[in-house]
């Protein structure tokens, strides 16, 4: 499995949008976590086989799993702007799941499961 290290958050967000993403999977797969927005954005996300991990970014990053039972994420903007913000979940390369915030307080969920 590949791990990242990630950021521990003390402090709370002023959350302005938020997104969720939850896909579930049968063994032998690989799952991939994309969250991209130009500015900075903080996520929290959750493997079957993993704590909850908090990360703050800025740009586009990718988190993956191999055959996971289950993965969950959501993501935040940590600043009121148009900007939007993706997020999405892909199982063996094909999209299972997608969400976005085009605004500000906006909030969107997404979820995938077999």
Not at 22 to 42: F, H, M, N, P
């Amino acid at each position: 499995m590949n791990r990242r290290r990630f950021l521990s958050r003390s402090s709370k967000v002023a959350t302005v949008g938020a997104l969720t993403a939850v896909a579930g999977c049968s063994s032998g797969k690989t799952v991939t976590l994309r969250i991209s927005l130009d500015e900075k954005w903080s996520a929290e996300m959750r493997s079957d086989d993993e704590d909850i991990q908090k990360v703050e970014r800025e740009g586009d990053e990718k988190w993956t799993w191999e055959n996971p039972n289950w993965v969950w994420a959501k993501a935040f903007k940590e600043e009121e702007s148009d900007s939007l913000l993706n997020l999405n979940i892909m199982v063996d390369g094909e999209m299972v799941s997608y969400g976005e915030i085009s605004h500000t307080n906006g909030v969107a969920r997404v979820s995938y499961s077999k």
